[in-house]
Nanobody, 123 residues
Framework: VQLQASGGGSVQAGASLRLSCTASGGTFSTLKMAWFRQAPGKEREFVAA????????IYADSVKGRFTISRDIAKNTVYLQMNSLEPEDTAVYYC?????????????????WGKGTQVTVSS
């Protein structure tokens, strides 16, 4: 499974961005998907995850109410809609996938990783 993330950029605080991650080489509907991020000098952290059919989602407390994860099975794509962005959201955002139904927070649960897309939020 290959993952290609896109949609990052540089925005002002309060703005919105939508990240996309397109999967290829596997059966998308059998994959649970997630977004993680890594800020400079910090460890990679969980952001959001979605179950294989999209019926269940989980979020990090820091983004709950501001970010929304969704998936379009027909397009083999998972999205991360990010609203009310804050400077603390600045990071490289990674898309991750694994076979299985249940969304998970632990990076060790995900076998496939994209290369990441940079999000920079200025105050």
């Amino acid at each position: 499974v290959q993952l290609q993330a896109s949609g990052g950029g540089s925005v002002q605080a309060g703005a919105s961005l939508r990240l996309s991650c397109t999967a290829s080489g596997g059966t998308f509907s059998t994959l649970k998907m997630a977004w993680f991020r890594q800020a400079p000098g910090k460890e990679r952290e969980f952001v959001a995850a979605i179950s294989w059919r999209g019926g269940a989602t989980i979020y990090a407390d820091s983004v709950k109410g501001r970010f929304t994860i969704s998936r379009d099975i027909a397009k083999n794509t998972v999205y991360l809609q990010m609203n009310s962005l804050e400077p603390e959201d600045t990071a490289v955002y990674y898309c991750a996938a694994a076979r299985g139904a249940v969304a998970a927070r632990d990076a060790r649960d995900y076998r496939y990783w994209g290369k990441g897309t940079q999000v920079t939020v200025s105050s």
